[in-house]
């Protein structure tokens, strides 16, 4: 009885940390958008790839503004160079995911009209550029009515292959990398991001007190039962909603990703939520924590522009001791739950075994 209680007691504990690491890493995950951090690593490596291939820095940085930056061209024409890097900054940035025909189509759709670029991608001038993409589009033509099954990648991959082989062979053995580069560089700022806001978030929204909160959860039996068992029943609705969300992030080169992926983020958001209002977890979170410390900005001890009126609470070792716990991220927690919910339905098992089996020998 009492390994299966201190299990549970685990089991409520891993809960808590999971909700609060999947809340508080969307917060991470909004800045990054905000920031556009994932835009500006596929750009620059967009751009590192265009050097490789023999164009110099400033020529492949301004080419990949030209194509990728949406919006950018009108400021820079209309107020001058100041503006267009700040609509750069805010408005445009890479797109966060581009297949690698449509950045050769992007590249060769410019050539036509810039006579540096067209010479730097192995074309004697622009005019042999445009009569080179007129030859490719009529084979993409092609190639889809002889196919119109495949995906149209697959119909601009065979007909650049044939058409521009040179160039489709620099830029398919670099592209993948460059975006897989991207993705790790993003995912790791990504973490360490997570990890500065989550203290804030714990100290002004869940000042969660690691210690006080297992030991409420060791001397309260009814709590930490109720807790595992709305574990069991809710953890695989959120474990599917992590699932989906992790697979979509994956699709790093299609271009159909970012509806899909906002929905399944949300869906992950809206489970974990959802299983935060269940009465077995409402009070586990510290809303009766008090919260009468002034947010101040650190170092400079000044209150924090448009939040002159927020109140935190005061940082405890437990809560300290949340915040390295909640920093492993969601993903430990989740497999961490899952095994320890398959050891308390395996021992429970055997607990019910031996009690029908006491039953018998009794009778």
């Not at 917060?27 to 556009?36: E, G, H, S, Y």
């Not at 920093?327 to 339905?345: E, Q």
Request: hydrophobic letters at 45%.
């Amino acid at each position: 009885m009492n390994i299966l209680h201190y299990l549970n007691v685990l089991i409520g504990f891993s809960l808590v940390m999971l909700l609060l690491s999947v809340v508080t890493s969307f917060a991470a995950q909004t800045w990054l958008l905000l920031l556009k951090t994932q835009s500006r690593a596929v750009g620059n490596g967009l751009v590192g790839m265009l050097e490789d291939i023999g164009l110099e820095k400033a020529l492949a940085t301004q080419q990949v503004d030209a194509l990728l930056n949406k919006g950018s061209s009108i400021f820079g024409r209309k107020l001058g160079g100041v503006l267009n890097k700040v609509s750069a900054f805010l408005l445009a940035g890479a797109p966060k995911h581009i297949g690698r025909e449509e950045f050769v189509l992007l590249l060769l759709r410019k050539a036509v009209s810039d006579n540096e670029l067209a010479t730097k991608l192995g074309f004697a001038d622009k005019t042999a550029a445009k009569s080179k993409l007129q030859e490719l589009e009529e084979a993409i033509l092609v190639e889809e009515t002889t196919d119109p099954t495949l995906p149209a990648h697959l119909w601009r991959t065979k007909a650049m292959q044939a058409k521009v082989p040179e160039l489709a062979s620099k830029i398919f053995a670099r592209f993948d990398d460059v975006l897989d580069r991207a993705t790790e560089d993003v995912s790791a700022f990504g973490k360490f991001l997570g990890i500065l806001l989550t203290l804030p978030l714990l100290l002004i929204y869940w000042p969660v007190d690691s210690i006080d909160l297992f030991d409420r959860l060791n001397k309260d039996q009814i709590l930490s039962a109720k807790l595992a068992t709305a574990t069991e029943a809710n953890l695989p609705s959120l474990q599917q909603a992590y699932d989906e969300f992790q697979k979509c992030r994956d699709g790093k080169t299609s271009p159909d990703v970012k509806d899909p992926c906002e929905q399944s983020g949300q869906a992950l958001k809206k489970a974990a939520n959802d299983i935060m209002q269940l009465g077995e977890v409402k009070g586990l979170f510290g809303e009766n924590t008090p919260k009468e410390l002034d947010c101040k900005i650190l170092i400079v001890d000044r209150p924090i522009p448009l939040f002159e009126h927020c109140k935190r609470a005061e940082l405890t070792s437990g809560i300290f001791v949340t915040w390295i716990l909640v920093s492993l991220g969601s993903a430990f927690w989740l497999g961490l739950l899952n095994k320890m919910l398959g050891l308390r339905s395996e021992l429970s098992k055997k607990l019910e075994a031996q009690r029908e089996f006491r039953a018998t020998s009794q009778a």
